[in-house]
């Protein structure tokens, strides 16, 4: 928590080179250099406790078994599969991606479906109708059912346009100066996309402050960078490199969760009109208080 709420904090210094010294006063960097130290203790165990189980043991793996993405790492880093040299560092700071993207975004995502769909029951039932449709007598959705399940697809890009996990996108700079619609945009200057914005922008969308899935069941806009209503992942050569395992993770567990529960808020409380919708400032854009929801077993 405290890594990810550095990571959104505003550095003056970034933005008035002269006004850094405000940095340090904050404390700011005392602090990430605190948080550093302990991921980066974390991911040199983590690494460690992989070297050892592929060195042998009674749990251990054989050198060339991939047992999980550490496991990927070393072997590429072995074999140098990749054309080129890897290090340690190297392999934990592709850790701390996956620990900073691949999770926290994620859980992000999955709380803010499951906010609207409470507070939106018709939606919440169309949905568990097309899991049980989909599913059958079975218990669990899998991963073959996704491609099915059309309205689930239309709530995740619809959570992912209200509620956007980084609602500003990581920041860019120009490699060279340009002039954009009469404006001279100097090399190293730094971008910043209000992917927040566009998503609810009246120009390009009807009632863009309502939860709406149905408007993408007829509709070809999608979020894979193509079409720039729409860009939680970002768009281009330096877009999110993890979309497919992202939607294919919060598909997977918000379909299995609407499927085998009964969901509610506790103590009869009526979602749409009193649900707390605020929001957390930082990269990511949590709720600014947690969701407490009642889960009932959906006995089949």
């Known amino acids: 928590m405290d890594f990810t709420e550095l990571l959104g904090t505003f550095v003056v210094g970034d933005y008035v080179p002269w006004l850094d010294w405000l940095t340090h006063v904050s404390g700011f960097y005392s602090r990430a250099r605190k948080v550093a130290k302990k991921l980066d203790d974390?991911?040199?165990?983590?690494?460690?406790?992989?070297?050892?189980?592929?060195?042998?043991?009674?749990?251990?793996?054989?050198?060339?078994?991939?047992?999980?993405?550490?496991?990927?790492?070393?072997?590429?880093?072995?074999?140098?599969?990749?054309?080129?040299?890897?290090?340690?560092?190297?392999?934990?700071?592709?850790?701390?991606?996956?620990?900073?993207?691949?999770?926290?975004?994620?859980?992000?995502?999955?709380?803010?479906?499951?906010?609207?769909?409470?507070?939106?029951?018709?939606?919440?039932?169309?949905?568990?109708?097309?899991?049980?449709?989909?599913?059958?007598?079975?218990?669990?959705?899998?991963?073959?059912?996704?491609?099915?399940?059309?309205?689930?697809?239309?709530?995740?890009?619809?959570?992912?346009?209200?509620?956007?996990?980084?609602?500003?996108?990581?920041?860019?700079?120009?490699?060279?100066?340009?002039?954009?619609?009469?404006?001279?945009i100097k090399a190293g200057t730094r971008v910043i996309i209000n992917a927040w914005a566009i998503a609810r922008d009246p120009t390009y969308w009807d009632q863009p402050e309502e939860f709406k899935p149905e408007r993408f069941l007829n509709n070809s806009i999608d979020i894979k960078g193509n079409d720039f209503e729409l860009i939680p992942f970002g768009a281009g050569r330096r877009g999110c490199p993890g979309i497919v395992y992202a939607m294919a993770a919060n598909e997977l567990v918000l379909a299995n969760l609407v499927h085998q529960f009964k969901w509610e808020l506790p103590d009869g409380v009526e979602g749409l009109e009193t649900l707390d919708m605020s929001e957390t400032f930082g990269l990511t854009m949590h709720r600014k208080t947690p969701l407490v929801a009642v889960a009932t077993l959906n006995n089949k």
């Open 42 to 184: 974390l991911l040199e165990d983590v690494v460690e406790d992989h070297i050892t189980r592929q060195k042998g043991g009674e749990d251990g793996l054989d050198s060339d078994e991939h047992g999980d993405f550490v496991d990927v790492l070393l072997w590429i880093q072995r074999t140098e599969s990749l054309g080129f040299p890897i290090d340690r560092t190297v392999i934990k700071a592709l850790l701390l991606d996956m620990f900073s993207a691949g999770t926290d975004t994620i859980s992000t995502l999955l709380e803010w479906a499951m906010t609207e769909l409470l507070r939106h029951p018709n939606i919440m039932k169309k949905l568990q109708e097309e899991t049980k449709s989909v599913a059958g007598d079975r218990t669990n959705i899998t991963e073959d059912d996704l491609g099915n399940m059309k309205y689930l697809q239309a709530v995740i890009k619809e959570t992912l346009r209200l509620h956007p996990p980084i609602p500003l996108l990581v920041p860019r700079e120009n490699r060279q100066d340009i002039k954009l619609k009469g404006y001279h």
